[in-house]
């Protein structure tokens, strides 16, 4: 009752920390992977694409172009971050790493038979490319297919929490309801001023169901309106706010566009969505 399963995997107590885990680590991967495709200029799915890009050098000055207010030394580390990252979960996608949850300790992917896996050293070794070839070498010693984790992509994406929600608002002038999700904005079809009742339960609806990584929704039907947008904070640049009258935000992409929204006369919210939504602004004129 408090939980309906629709939309949901069910699994046992045994594989619970490792399907949670392992959905967070997709959620994380998939920003970050977002990140570097844009600046790259073409799809980057996972740990081969980001290999291919550390051999010709193009992955350190994609990193910078990405980090560009943090020192060389932080750039690498977290250029070695994403790597093990994808390295882990193409080891778990190939069936060649589990993880090993500790209730005393911190829990770690290991190989298969429980034996110790060093990605870290070989993701280290990624951030060089003069070492790239070596890291390859460690890492098919490893038994990893760095494409495991991009043939994966296929499955549904993970889930994502929903922050907050708005009704009957004008994006670029349309009437639209507005979703604020972990990892971006969710853009639905708003309902004409005749069904102006049925915006918010449907909305509330939509929030309750879930989100998923891509911005489709998680429950069973998509709303019958029309295709909702998912605008991913990496394709963000910066956003301000208007308190002049109605309320108004402006959001830059990177692509040099921006989408303005705007307060309506009958504009409502869930519970927290105004808060969630300038909370969402706020974050983007930050330091990210």
Request: proline fraction near 5%.
């Given at each position: 009752?408090?939980?309906?399963?629709?939309?949901?995997?069910?699994?046992?107590?045994?594989?619970?920390?490792?399907?949670?885990?392992?959905?967070?680590?997709?959620?994380?991967?998939?920003?970050?992977?977002?990140?570097?495709?844009?600046?790259?200029?073409?799809?980057?799915?996972?740990?081969?694409?980001?290999?291919?890009?550390?051999?010709?050098?193009?992955?350190?000055?994609?990193?910078?172009?990405?980090?560009?207010?943090?020192?060389?030394?932080?750039?690498?580390?977290?250029?070695?971050?994403?790597?093990?990252?994808?390295?882990?979960?193409?080891?778990?996608?190939?069936?060649?790493?589990?993880?090993?949850?500790?209730?005393?300790?911190?829990?770690?992917?290991?190989?298969?038979?429980?034996?110790?896996?060093?990605?870290?050293?070989?993701?280290?070794?990624?951030?060089?490319?003069?070492?790239?070839?070596?890291?390859?070498?460690?890492?098919?010693?490893?038994?990893?297919?760095?494409?495991?984790?991009?043939?994966?992509?296929?499955?549904?994406?993970?889930?994502?929490?929903?922050?907050?929600?708005?009704?009957?608002?004008?994006?670029?002038?349309?009437?639209?309801?507005?979703?604020?999700?972990?990892?971006?904005?969710?853009?639905?079809?708003?309902?004409?001023?005749?069904?102006?009742?049925?915006?918010?339960?449907?909305?509330?609806?939509?929030?309750?169901?879930?989100?998923?990584?891509?911005?489709?929704?998680?429950g069973r039907e998509a709303p019958a309106e029309g295709v909702s947008r998912f605008v991913p904070f990496t394709d963000l640049a910066g956003a301000s706010a208007n308190r002049n009258g109605r309320r108004s935000w402006a959001m830059n992409?990177?692509?040099?566009?921006?989408?303005?929204?705007?307060?309506?006369?009958?504009?409502?919210?869930?519970?927290?969505?105004?808060?969630?939504?300038?909370?969402?602004?706020?974050?983007?004129?930050?330091?990210?």
């Amino acid at each position: 009752m408090a939980f309906p399963p629709a939309g949901r995997t069910v699994t046992g107590w045994d594989e619970f920390f490792g399907a949670a885990r392992l959905a967070e680590m997709e959620r994380e991967a998939d920003a970050s992977l977002r990140a570097v495709s844009r600046v790259a200029g073409s799809p980057v799915t996972g740990a081969s694409d980001v290999l291919d890009l550390a051999t010709d050098g193009r992955l350190r000055k994609i990193a910078e172009t990405v980090f560009d207010d943090l020192p060389a030394e932080e750039t690498t580390a977290r250029i070695a971050e994403l790597i093990a990252l994808l390295l882990a979960l193409a080891a778990l996608h190939g069936g060649v790493a589990r993880w090993r949850h500790s209730w005393m300790g911190t829990a770690e992917v290991v190989a298969a038979d429980g034996s110790h896996l060093d990605l870290t050293g070989a993701a280290e070794l990624v951030t060089d490319p003069a070492t790239v070839a070596e890291a390859r070498e460690r890492i098919a010693a490893m038994g990893i297919d760095p494409a495991a984790a991009a043939a994966a992509g296929t499955r549904p994406p993970a889930r994502v929490p929903v922050i907050g929600g708005v009704v009957n608002v004008l994006v670029d002038g349309v009437r639209s309801d507005l979703l604020i999700v972990e990892t971006g904005l969710v853009l639905v079809p708003g309902l004409p001023r005749s069904r102006n009742g049925e915006a918010k339960r449907r909305l509330s609806r939509l929030a309750a169901d879930g989100v998923l990584s891509d911005g489709s929704p998680a429950g069973r039907e998509a709303p019958a309106e029309g295709v909702s947008r998912f605008v991913p904070f990496t394709d963000l640049a910066g956003a301000s706010a208007n308190r002049n009258g109605r309320r108004s935000w402006a959001m830059n992409l990177h692509d040099g566009g921006t989408i303005n929204v705007r307060t309506a006369l009958d504009s409502d919210e869930l519970p927290g969505g105004w808060t969630a939504l300038d909370d969402a602004v706020a974050f983007l004129t930050s330091t990210r």
